[in-house]
């Protein structure tokens, strides 16, 4: 650790404050400089679609500490500061303000950003993306005055703002190109429920739905323009089609990137001074092919941990199996594992309630859960990938049979041999 006389930190999301506030937690010493291109202390990003949108949580709870805190602990942050170029032979980060800092250790934590869409009337006032606190801002203040909005994407981003536009009193219309809603992230089960959750609350729902561009009057969003000739009337639109990672600074820096960062075990790049964490990186995960882009606070979180113990020479955590949350509404999704290779689904409780969960099997092996209004299955099930206990489509599907016994009885077995 001695060795290690400065951290520098590319980005104050919660990869970048996770790995600060570790290195302090275990007992780094060195100089950390924590990089935010904001004008705010690092917060988190969840509650920006949800709670702080429709004005339920004020600002300073966004924070993960409040801003006394970096210089209690010895930490230089800088706001309004963006990482230009990375000069990897001198180990300096040039900042937008000129200044130079050298690091010994490098992290690039520098996030994702949401995706534009290539129509005419993009440019349009009112249409909007979401992802930082101006952001929320800007859509909560347009949303005072609007009678309509369109959310264009039918992922967690946009059925998240979608609920929050409806409880805020707006006619919202979702608009989704692929057959079904969450497509990317869940099976037909759990977009068959959200279709007909979201449509139960009062929001239309178009899938497939082909837009040829956004309409305007004097310069202003006024609707949306379909393929059948339609136009649906909307004040707002917001864009959530999906992230990119920023990654520019380390691919212009010679780091391996492929759709994010490419990262080891240990979050390290290709060059073994430099880590990379969150959503911008790219890893593996354990039991599942290839690897994954985690756009979650779980593996920012993660990440920023591993992080710090590496620098710090300690032994780095145990990663868990991803996990996932999503609030729409008064319903929860909680998603542990990653379904994308799953060959068999098994129900267990009521759908019709909006209180149950889906098992995703890859033969007799199970890789993930979606717990709807069932956190004792997420729970249990986050327990289960942990130790490894094995879980029958049986035992899965019978509601009689506490997943909890289950892992006892597998720890028990395990310590008994």
């Given at each position: 650790?001695?060795?290690?006389?400065?951290?520098?930190?590319?980005?104050g999301g919660q990869?970048?404050?996770?790995?600060?506030?570790?290195?302090?937690?275990?007992?780094?010493?060195?100089?950390?400089?924590?990089?935010?291109?904001?004008?705010?202390?690092?917060?988190?990003?969840?509650?920006?679609?949800?709670?702080?949108?429709?004005?339920?949580?004020?600002?300073?709870?966004?924070?993960?500490?409040?801003?006394?805190?970096?210089?209690?602990?010895?930490?230089?942050?800088?706001?309004?500061?963006?990482?230009?170029?990375?000069?990897?032979?001198?180990?300096?980060?040039?900042?937008?303000?000129?200044?130079?800092?050298?690091?010994?250790?490098?992290?690039?934590?520098?996030?994702?950003?949401?995706?534009?869409?290539?129509?005419?009337?993009?440019?349009?006032?009112?249409?909007?993306?979401?992802?930082?606190?101006?952001?929320?801002?800007?859509?909560?203040?347009?949303?005072?005055?609007?009678?309509?909005?369109?959310?264009?994407?039918?992922?967690?981003?946009?059925?998240?703002?979608?609920?929050?536009?409806?409880?805020?009193?707006?006619?919202?219309?979702?608009?989704?190109?692929?057959?079904?809603?969450?497509?990317?992230?869940?099976?037909?089960?759990?977009?068959?429920?959200?279709?007909?959750?979201?449509?139960?609350?009062?929001?239309?729902?178009?899938?497939?739905?082909?837009?040829?561009?956004?309409?305007?009057?004097?310069?202003?969003?006024?609707?949306?323009?379909?393929?059948?000739?339609?136009?649906?009337?909307?004040?707002?639109?917001?864009?959530?089609?999906?992230?990119?990672?920023?990654?520019?600074?380390?691919?212009?820096?010679?780091?391996?990137?492929?759709?994010?960062?490419?990262?080891?075990?240990?979050?390290?790049?290709?060059?073994?001074?430099?880590?990379?964490?969150?959503?911008?990186?790219?890893?593996?995960?354990?039991?599942?092919?290839?690897?994954?882009?985690?756009?979650?606070?779980?593996?920012?979180?993660?990440?920023?941990?591993?992080?710090?113990?590496?620098?710090?020479?300690?032994?780095?955590?145990?990663?868990?199996?991803?996990?996932?949350?999503?609030?729409?509404?008064?319903?929860?999704?909680?998603?542990?594992?990653?379904?994308?290779?799953?060959?068999?689904t098994v129900i267990?409780?009521?759908?019709?309630?909006?209180?149950?969960?889906?098992?995703?099997?890859?033969?007799?092996?199970?890789?993930?859960?979606?717990?709807?209004?069932?956190?004792?299955?997420?729970?249990?099930g986050r327990q289960?990938?942990?130790?490894?206990?094995?879980?029958?489509?049986?035992?899965?599907?019978?509601?009689?049979?506490?997943?909890?016994?289950?892992?006892?009885?597998?720890?028990?077995?395990?310590?008994?041999?």
């Amino acid at each position: 650790m001695a060795e290690i006389e400065s951290v520098v930190i590319v980005g104050g999301g919660q990869a970048g404050s996770q790995a600060a506030q570790s290195l302090r937690k275990r007992g780094y010493e060195g100089a950390i400089s924590l990089i935010c291109e904001e004008a705010y202390p690092p917060y988190q990003r969840p509650p920006l679609s949800k709670a702080y949108l429709k004005g339920e949580l004020d600002e300073d709870r966004l924070y993960f500490r409040p801003a006394s805190y970096y210089d209690e602990n010895n930490i230089d942050l800088r706001l309004g500061a963006r990482a230009e170029t990375i000069d990897r032979g001198a180990r300096k980060v040039r900042l937008s303000d000129g200044a130079m800092i050298t690091y010994d250790r490098l992290v690039i934590a520098t996030g994702s950003r949401p995706r534009t869409i290539p129509l005419p009337g993009a440019d349009l006032k009112g249409v909007m993306t979401l992802r930082g606190v101006d952001d929320a801002k800007a859509l909560r203040d347009a949303a005072a005055g609007a009678a309509s909005a369109a959310v264009i994407g039918g992922g967690y981003i946009g059925l998240e703002a979608a609920s929050a536009l409806r409880a805020m009193g707006l006619s919202v219309h979702v608009f989704e190109r692929m057959p079904r809603l969450l497509a990317r992230v869940t099976s037909p089960i759990v977009s068959d429920f959200y279709r007909g959750f979201h449509k139960e609350k009062g929001a239309e729902i178009h899938c497939e739905s082909d837009i040829t561009h956004l309409v305007g009057e004097n310069g202003a969003l006024s609707g949306i323009a379909l393929s059948d000739g339609t136009t649906v009337p909307a004040q707002i639109a917001l864009i959530g089609i999906g992230v990119l990672p920023n990654q520019e600074i380390a691919a212009e820096a010679g780091l391996d990137c492929e759709d994010g960062v490419v990262v080891n075990e240990s979050c390290q790049t290709s060059d073994p001074l430099i880590y990379a964490a969150g959503d911008c990186c790219r890893r593996t995960v354990a039991g599942y092919p290839g690897t994954v882009r985690l756009e979650s606070v779980h593996n920012a979180l993660e990440q920023g941990e591993r992080i710090a113990a590496h620098i710090a020479g300690q032994d780095v955590p145990a990663t868990d199996t991803p996990w996932f949350w999503s609030d729409q509404y008064n319903v929860k999704l909680q998603t542990v594992g990653l379904f994308n290779d799953y060959t068999d689904t098994v129900i267990r409780g009521d759908q019709d309630a909006a209180k149950f969960s889906v098992f995703y099997y890859k033969g007799d092996a199970l890789v993930a859960i979606d717990a709807i209004n069932d956190p004792a299955t997420f729970m249990a099930g986050r327990q289960i990938f942990k130790f490894g206990a094995p879980l029958s489509k049986e035992d899965a599907q019978n509601a009689d049979v506490a997943l909890k016994d289950i892992v006892k009885a597998h720890k028990a077995k395990s310590a008994g041999a």
